[in-house]
C-alpha cells in the first residue's frame, strides 16, 4: 500500500503497535524510523540476505522508540513490520488535521 512512498529514515507507526480498547496497557503508539536493509547475507542467515527476506515477504526493518523520541540511542527494539501496516507520520498528521478541520500544509 505505502511500498512507493516510503523509505530508509521515515518514520512510521506501525498500526497492529497501537493500543484498542482490550489493551489499554500499550503505550500509545510505538514510533519508528525504516532501516535500510542489508545486502549481507552473512549479516542475515548465512544463506540469503535481509534484503531478500524483506522484498519476499514485503516486510521493512523499523528500529522503534518509545512515544515520539526519535534519537538514534533511544532505540527499544527493530522489528520487521508489514508494509501494509505502516503509516508514515506524515501522512498520519495530516489525517489527524483533517478530522479536526485545519488544513495541514
Sequence with gaps: MHET????????????????????????GWTGRILEPSDDPKRWNGNNS????????????????SRFDTEPKNV???QHDSIDAL??????????????GVRAE
Design 50 to 65: 535481509e534484503r531478500a527476506f524483506c522484498e519476499l515477504t514485503k516486510k521493512l526493518p523499523v528500529a522503534y522508540f
Design 76 to 78: 527499544r527494539f527493530t
Design 5 to 28: 512512498t516510503m523509505k530508509p529514515g521515515d518514520l512510521v507507526i506501525c498500526a497492529y503497535r497501537m493500543p484498542c480498547a482490550i489493551q489499554p496497557w500499550l503505550d500509545w
Design 87 to 100: 503509516i508514515p507520520v506524515d501522512a498520519l498528521v495530516r489525517a489527524v488535521y483533517g478530522m479536526c
